[in-house]
């Protein structure tokens, strides 16, 4: 054992590269699932939920999520407001949450979108997974005001690329307006103003 040590000592000393095991693949959801799985325990449930969010560079799919169904939304809204998690985690967690939807997920993202003590990732996260849990109306009417208030330059950017993808007609003419009060400049708004080009 000590001989290894000595070994692996001198890999590293020299450059080598150590042998990391890959990180496991985070498990898939049946093909052709559209809803939550009834075969999974609640404790399979809470596995597969952190499995996604440690699953960082690997992408998470829409039927993935909804097969953990409502009784993942306590683990995950756990996740969401624990603010010394990682802001990654976190993130992936709101994601979660507005593809499985539900009145409780859907207060979750709505809080994390509006407030301002998050990270951006968190917030932005949210405000991309509004759309899920809001109809068109809502969604002008609660991301509007992070639009025109939200204290950071990227979080105002994030709310104006939802609303000129998901609601052009109706909130286009509110990002210009507010690209045009922006301090420095309209370059954090220039993938919402593309958008917001094609509309009258």
Not at 174 to 192: L, M, P, S, V
């Amino acid at each position: 054992m000590i001989g290894f040590s000595l070994v692996l000592v001198a890999f590293v000393a020299a450059g080598e590269p150590v042998y990391r095991p890959p990180r496991p693949a985070a498990p898939r959801a049946a093909p052709g699932a559209t809803g939550p799985d009834s075969t999974l325990s609640d404790e399979e449930v809470r596995q597969r939920a952190e499995a996604y969010l440690d699953a960082l560079d690997v992408p998470v799919t829409p039927d993935q999520w909804r097969a953990l169904g409502p009784r993942a939304v306590p683990f995950l809204e756990e996740v969401v407001t624990n603010p010394d998690g990682l802001p990654s985690r976190r993130a992936a967690a709101v994601g979660g949450l507005a593809v499985i939807g539900g009145n409780r997920a859907r207060e979750v993202v709505l809080k994390t979108a509006h407030s301002d003590a998050e990270p951006v990732a968190v917030r932005a996260a949210a405000l991309h997974g509004a759309p899920r849990v809001l109809t068109s109306r809502e969604l002008v009417r609660e991301l509007k005001p992070v639009l025109e208030r939200a204290s950071e330059p990227a979080t105002r950017a994030a709310a104006a690329d939802v609303l000129a993808r998901h609601v052009p007609r109706a909130a286009c003419s509110a990002i210009r307006a507010q690209a045009g009060r922006e301090a420095e400049g309209e370059a954090h708004f220039q993938r919402a103003l593309q958008r917001c080009g094609a509309v009258p």
